[in-house]
């Protein structure tokens, strides 16, 4: 599956973004999704994720400000992100697994290109 992420940009703190994932190749009803974020020179960092069936689990640091959301119909994934921090700033990718384990980056085979997402104070 191809993975196509959209979105970023550059926001002021408190600020919302929405981040897509667009699949194309193969339908994502397959896949769990996830997301995750890197920022300079740090590891990438696991942030979201949304199983074939719905279930979510979300990393602390956004829990109860960020929303992963799918649309099978669209073969898109969405990442809702309210209440930006300076700290958000990232690089952020969206991936798609059929492991059984999603919450790391090595569960994940397929990785969209990223998209810069930049918080100002």
Not at 29 to 54: C, D, L, T
């Amino acid at each position: 599956v191809q993975l196509q992420a959209s979105g970023g940009g550059l926001v002021h703190s408190g600020d919302s973004l929405r981040l897509s994932c667009a699949a194309s190749g193969r339908t994502l009803r397959a896949y769990h999704m996830g997301w995750f974020r890197q920022a300079p020179g740090k590891e990438r960092e696991f942030v979201v994720a949304i199983n074939r069936s719905g279930g979510t689990r979300y990393a602390e640091f956004v829990k109860g400000r960020f929303t992963i959301s799918r649309d099978n119909a669209k073969n898109t994934v969405y990442l809702q992100m309210n209440s930006l921090k300076p700290e958000d700033t990232a690089v952020y990718y969206c991936a798609a697994t059929s492991s059984v384990l999603y919450y790391r980056p090595t569960d994940y085979g397929s990785w969209g290109q990223g998209t810069q997402v930049t918080v100002s104070s």
